[in-house]
Structure formats: structure tokens, C-alpha cells
T-cell receptor
Framework: EAAVTQSPRSKVAVTGGKVTLSCHQT?????MYWYRQDTGHGLRLIHY???????EKGDIPDGYKASRPSQENFSLILELASLSQTAVYFC?????????????FGSGTRLTVL | QQKVQQSPESLSVPEGGMASLNCTSS?????YFWWYRQHSGEGPKALM?????GDKKEGRFTAHLNKASLHVSLHIRDSQPSDSALYFC?????????????FGKGTQLIIQP
């Protein structure tokens, strides 16, 4: 089964600070995604990438940047963390981007901004 | 407006019983549907997909899609305690794919031993 590893598992950050969440996949998948999960909102797509050195905006990109330095690694960057960014963040990968492709999720990073 | 709506928000079913979860889309562009399951403390995992009208069965799980009404359901027979989880319905458009998947808010399923 596809393996997607996220780090850290949890993080506490201060308002206005910079936060970097990391994701690593070992499945040779082209597509990688960052989702945010909030109670009452389900999963919402922040950024995604289909090739190294390129990223695309998802549905809620404001306040977030993404970086894909290699096929295996995908980072989510909060330059100025805010209270509203407290959430659980999931990274996912898929082989390709078609509708029949399965998303493989990591275990999540719980971010608390104080 | 939430484009993918799930009901009920929470469902309690006795062990061995049938659990039925519902999902409706308000966007006629959504044609491809997935069910994902998330156990507490873990990431979501794909359960099954359904792209054509009718039923699709995988073991104890059966999905039903009615494209005319944009309604998809998931039925779990002989429910087990391990089925207790948050279930997400997700949909993508005709012109979209995994990179444009829209998730519902989820249904929390509790299986009572």
C-alpha cells in the first residue's frame, strides 16, 4: 500500500510565526496534495502539485504556500501563522490526477496556533 | 453552499446491523463519486468508488448511484465495531479528477457492540 509520511505529527506555533509542514511519499506518485480538516467542514484542498518544482492553488490557498522540491517531497508553508489556521493538515498522493485515481493520505499533522 | 452534502451527521447502528449513509450533490457537473473512511487519529482511506448508475458491491459494502438525482449512498451490512469511523463522500466533475475532488463534511458512524 502507498506510504505517505507527514512530519511533525503535532505542532504548536505562535501567531505571526512561520510554520513548515513536511510530507514524503515513497510510491513514485506524480500528484501530491495538502488538505485541511476542520470540524464541520470536512476536507478542503489547499494546494496540489503534479510535477516537481511546480504547485497549483486549490480551493483555499490564501495564507498558505507550497513547495515541491522533488517528486517525493511536498511542503506546506505558513509564513505568518494565524489563529484561524489551527486545524489538522493532511498530505495525500495519487499516481495520476484522473477521477479514477485513489488518494493515499498520511496520518496528519495537528497544528495549534496560539 | 456546500456542493456535497452528507446525511445523517451521526449514525448509531447495533453490531451486525445495516448502516446506510447518504450523499447528495447540488452541482450537476459532479459525476464521479468516492467513499473514504477515516478512523480516529488516522488519515482517510479510500473505501470504494462509483462512476456509473446502479449498485457496486465490495464485500460487506454496497454503493448505489443515481446520476439523475445526483444521489449516492453507502450501505454496510453486518456492521462490525471496526466500521466505527468518519465516512466521507467525495465527488469530482466531468472535467476534473483527483486534483479537483470535493469532500462532504462526513458522517460519524458508531457501531454499538
Amino acid at each position: 500500500e502507498a506510504a505517505v509520511t507527514q512530519s511533525p505529527r503535532s505542532k504548536v506555533a505562535v501567531t505571526g510565526g512561520k510554520v513548515t509542514l513536511s510530507c514524503h511519499q515513497t510510491n513514485n506518485h506524480d500528484y501530491m496534495y495538502w488538505y485541511r480538516q476542520d470540524t464541520g467542514h470536512g476536507l478542503r484542498l489547499i494546494h496540489y502539485s503534479y510535477v516537481a518544482d511546480s504547485t497549483e492553488k486549490g480551493d483555499i490557498p490564501d495564507g498558505y504556500k507550497a513547495s515541491r522540491p522533488s517528486q517525493e517531497n511536498f511542503s506546506l508553508i505558513l509564513e505568518l501563522a494565524s489563529l484561524s489556521q489551527t486545524a489538522v493538515y493532511f498530505c495525500a498522493s495519487s499516481r495520476l490526477g484522473g477521477h479514477a485515481e485513489t488518494l493515499y493520505f498520511g496520518s496528519g499533522t495537528r497544528l495549534t496556533v496560539l | 453552499q456546500q456542493k456535497v452534502q452528507q446525511s445523517p451527521e451521526s449514525l448509531s447502528v447495533p453490531e451486525g446491523g445495516m448502516a446506510s449513509l447518504n450523499c447528495t450533490s447540488s452541482d450537476r457537473n459532479f459525476q464521479y463519486f468516492w467513499w473514504y473512511r477515516q478512523h480516529s487519529g488516522e488519515g482517510p482511506k479510500a473505501l470504494m468508488s462509483i462512476f456509473s448508475d446502479g449498485d457496486k458491491k465490495e464485500g460487506r459494502f454496497t454503493a448505489h448511484l443515481n446520476k439523475a438525482s445526483l444521489h449516492v449512498s453507502l450501505h454496510i451490512r453486518d456492521s462490525q465495531p471496526s466500521d466505527s469511523a468518519l465516512y466521507f463522500c467525495a465527488a469530482s466533475e466531468l472535467t476534473g479528477g483527483a486534483d479537483r475532488l470535493t469532500f462532504g463534511k462526513g458522517t460519524q458512524l458508531i457501531i454499538q457492540p
